[in-house]
């Protein structure tokens, strides 16, 4: 298992191009929200604007289309009970505040089925799969998925240890030829061949919508064409960077996870040679 530094980072953080355009850096789907949780929408829309996505588009339901435009007017909406054009992506993630209903059942089964490439799963996502465990042999090679703690023993089964649950997420990832960021104190990365741990981030981000941020982080990071592993490292990493930034304006107790994504700038430039 290798710790993730600021080194590991500078060797596989890609400079912006000064003469890029937009349609350099991708175009991610987020697929989050419903009724009585939009915030987790728009947390992870912004967050994935902030981490350098060229695009972003949400697909949220009809009625909960207000939220976005108010909120992030950079970007875009589709419907969610409209038939989308996945295709058109280049990375998609699914599961924050979406809920666990047959709609969102339905909504996984077809992403899975429809797109070929990585797809970042949480939260409701990862409900869902719990549910229904045939899905995760569905799931597109290199797909991510990041559980916390319980939402991982709700996957794989209750662990008595933190190092018995990274041993099951090791042959977890292996099975289901996947990578899983296992949300922890020090989160761990594994894609079943290599592991890692993360050495940013403090109790600040023990609140909710922290995931929500790392979702869209992550995204924007496969976006970009990075590979999912090297997505997830850097995508946690940077999540961990920007929450220890806030820590100069705010404690632990009273860090918001808004304060977070404004901070992502600052990470950046911390991480450039």
Do not use: W
Request: glycine share 8%; proline share 3%.
């Amino acid at each position: 298992m290798k710790n993730i530094d600021i080194h590991t980072i500078q060797l596989l953080f890609k400079k912006r191009s000064p003469d890029s355009h937009k349609g350099n850096h991708g175009h991610a789907l987020v697929i989050a929200g419903s009724k009585d949780k939009m915030g987790a929408a728009i947390i992870s829309a912004k967050s994935a604007l902030r981490a350098g996505a060229g695009l972003v588009t949400v697909a949220v339901p009809k009625k909960e289309r207000g939220s976005i435009f108010n909120a992030v007017p950079e970007a875009m909406v589709v419907f969610r009970e409209d038939k989308t054009d996945v295709e058109k992506y280049a990375a998609i993630a699914i599961g924050p505040g979406i809920g666990a209903d047959k709609a969102a059942l339905q909504k996984i089964t077809l992403l899975t089925q429809h797109f070929q490439h990585p797809i970042v799963f949480d939260a409701d996502a990862l409900t869902i799969l719990a549910n229904t465990q045939s899905l995760l042999y569905k799931l597109p090679f290199k797909s991510i998925l990041t559980p916390h703690v319980k939402e991982f023993d709700r996957l794989f089964g209750n662990q008595k240890s933190e190092s018995e649950r990274r041993q099951v997420a090791i042959s977890k990832a292996i099975e289901y030829k996947c990578i899983i960021v296992l949300k922890e104190h020090q989160t761990f990365i594994t894609d079943g061949i290599s592991s890692f741990e993360n050495t940013t981030g403090n109790s600040g981000l023990a609140k909710g919508g922290s995931g929500d941020a790392l979702t869209g982080i992550i995204t924007a990071f496969l976006a970009q064409g990075y590979e999912p592993i090297n997505a997830s490292i850097l995508g946690v990493y940077l999540h961990g960077l920007a929450a220890d930034i806030t820590l100069k304006t705010q404690s632990p107790e009273s860090m918001l996870i808004t304060d977070v994504i404004e901070n992502l700038g600052q990470a950046f430039y911390q991480i450039q040679l």
